[in-house]
């Protein structure tokens, strides 16, 4: 008898024990195959593209600013704590003409980064190359530190939330004919483009932002829009590699902080 009350409340114990923990189960997600370069939008064969360490970018030897700068930046490089430290230089690695110091010299513009010095903090060498000219256009300064840096900032938190995200921006021009500022005229963009991909385990996500070169000092939000429609104002293809159904659309609760 003792026996077989044995065998029946093991029974009942196994068997209370399986519901419950199927009910806690968490759902198993796959990962998403993330391509090599997915940060590279579409360029041309007359392009002068510069590898370096931290960032790809394409010099544009005409208004001597980059046409776009692309880069990943992930959980690890987004917690770097290099100190951070300065030097303007030309870039040794892009022909000339470009851009140099005497040209940004009291011209009253910011010498505005494209990929953030403080996204480089991981690498010595990637914080100096960060601070070469290819990498910089003229920024006002209110919206250098305002809304381009609250931008900047919102990357960074991303890539420590979702492990990696994939960044490329750049400048865009409207007046006709440009501002310059320098010997060498280097162009005053009107205004600056910013778009972001992260992959999760339910596929690719995609948010840009359009901020005016001028005094911005509002938060990511109120600049945000779709991929699809600075594509459209650049005519180039920014994230050739993600799907065109993750570019036409947005959902804010994905990028907010």
Not at 232 to 237: F, H, K, M, S, V
Request: charge should be negative; glycine fraction near 6%; hydrophobic fraction near 35%.
């Amino acid at each position: 008898m003792n026996r077989m009350f044995v065998m029946m409340l093991g029974l009942l114990l196994l068997g209370g024990c399986r519901p419950r923990a199927q009910e806690h189960a968490e759902p198993r997600r796959l990962p998403v195959a993330v391509p090599d370069g997915l940060e590279l939008p579409q360029y041309g064969s007359e392009e002068d593209i510069v590898v370096h360490t931290g960032y790809t970018a394409s010099y544009n030897h005409s208004t001597l600013c980059p046409d776009w700068v692309a880069w990943e930046l992930t959980a690890e490089e987004a917690e770097g704590k290099l100190e951070q430290q300065r030097n303007f230089s030309r870039d040794p690695e892009v022909r000339f003409p470009k851009a140099s110091r005497e040209d940004y010299s009291g011209c009253g513009w910011d010498k505005g980064h494209m990929a953030p010095h403080a996204d480089m903090k991981w690498s010595h060498k990637a914080m100096a190359e960060s601070d070469y000219f290819t990498n910089i256009c003229p920024q006002d300064h209110e919206m250098n530190s305002g809304a381009w840096r609250k931008i900047e900032e919102l990357c960074r938190r991303l890539a420590l939330r979702y492990g990696s995200v994939y960044i490329v921006c750049g400048p865009i021009y409207d007046s006709d004919p440009p501002r310059h500022i320098g010997s060498a005229c280097v162009h005053v963009p009107d205004r600056f483009f910013k778009a972001l991909a992260v992959a999760d385990g339910e596929g690719f996500h995609t948010v840009a932002f359009l901020v005016e070169n001028n005094r911005q000092e509002g938060s990511p939000r109120s600049y945000a829009v779709t991929v699809d429609e600075v594509e459209a104002l650049l005519q180039r293809n920014l994230f050739p590699k993600v799907p065109e159904e993750a570019e036409n659309h947005y959902e804010w609760s994905f990028w907010k902080q």
